[in-house]
């Protein structure tokens, strides 16, 4: 976790959108939420292996990881920038 404000610790819990969205998905198929706090390159590994269900995570969907996993519709869609000074001499 560190991926404010999607995921982030707060003490020892952690919290942040992707939890409150896996949390109402989880409610609605009445079932119970164990978050596991993961290294980031060990997640595709760990739901193809069963050791877990899901990921929730600012995963980009790239052509190499759709031949290893299914994502879902986006539930966020956001874009980039690149922000310099006004000042600065660029072309």
Do not use: C, H, W
């Not at 991926?3 to 982030?8: R, T």
């Not at 390159?41 to 069963?50: H, M, N």
Request: avoid cysteine; glycine fraction near 6%; proline fraction near 2%.
């Amino acid at each position: 976790s560190g991926f404010a404000p999607y995921e982030m610790r707060k003490g020892d819990q952690v919290i942040g959108i992707d939890v409150e969205i896996m949390a109402a998905v989880a409610k609605s198929m009445d079932k119970e939420l164990v978050i596991e706090d993961m290294n980031f390159d060990s997640l595709i590994p760990a739901v193809q292996s069963g050791k877990i269900d899901i990921i929730a995570a600012g995963l980009t969907v790239t052509e190499a990881r759709k031949e290893e996993i299914d994502f879902s519709d986006d539930y966020v869609v956001g874009a980039k920038q690149v922000l310099v000074v006004k000042a600065a001499d660029l072309n």
